[in-house]
């Protein structure tokens, strides 16, 4: 699997911040084998994050996209607007189950807005913008992005366990 991740913050983008997020996204998929070919980190822009996703989306070399920041209600939050407007399809799934695990760690978990959809054969997924929050995230939905990414570049075998008999 390839991905690619893509940071959004103001303050990151002006290098007032260090980025934590995703370095530590980095590190996260690299321990589960994952490439990692590509990062960068914009600021909170809805255009110019739509024109990103749909730049590395189309180009087919990143089969995971996860993005990290601005999934919030600061005014300045847009990363989902952004997603939205670029995906085919939604995955409602993904965000549910982080927020429902998330809740579990802290109650502002109820705030991140964060969406995922399929562009092309890739895979989006948004992230909060802590370190912590971006990896404690990734982590609640991993079991079913290997087999989510597989199912979308066109994997013909039949999901179904069969029941015992
Ligand atoms: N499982 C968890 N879910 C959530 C957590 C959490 O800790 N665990 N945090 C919740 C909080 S709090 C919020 S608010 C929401 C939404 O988060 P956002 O996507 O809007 O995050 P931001 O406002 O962009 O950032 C929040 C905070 O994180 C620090 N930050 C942001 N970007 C970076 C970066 N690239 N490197 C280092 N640190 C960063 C900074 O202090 C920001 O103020 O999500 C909940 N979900
Ligand atoms: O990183 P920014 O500057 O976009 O702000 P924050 O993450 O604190 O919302």
Redo the contacts with the bound molecule.
């Keep these: 699997m390839r991905a690619a991740i893509l ?3 103001d303050r ?1 983008s002006t290098g007032e ?6 370095p530590a996204l980095r590190a996260w998929l690299e321990e589960r084998g994952v490439t990692v070919a590509c990062t960068d ?1 914009i600021p909170d822009e809805g255009a110019l994050i739509s024109a990103k996703l749909v730049e590395w989306a189309d180009s087919g070399l990143y089969d995971l996209i996860l993005t ?7 005014p300045r ?1 847009v ?1 989902p607007e952004a997603t939205e407007r670029v995906v085919e399809r939604l995955l409602p799934g993904f965000g549910e189950v ?1 927020r429902m ?2 809740l579990k ?2 109650p ?2 109820i ?2 807005r ?1 969406v995922a959809g399929i562009r092309k054969n890739a895979l989006i997924i948004n ?7 971006a990896t ?2 990734i982590g ?1 939905v991993w079991a079913a992005v290997p087999h989510a990414v597989a199912k979308l570049q066109g994997d013909p075998e039949e999901c179904g366990t069969p029941l015992p008999r």
């Design positions: 940071t959004l913050s990151c911040r260090a980025d934590g997020s995703g980190v990290t920041g601005g999934t919030g209600v600061s939050d990363t982080m695990e998330s760690k802290t502002h978990a705030i991140s964060a992230l909060p913008g802590s370190p912590k929050g404690e995230n609640f």
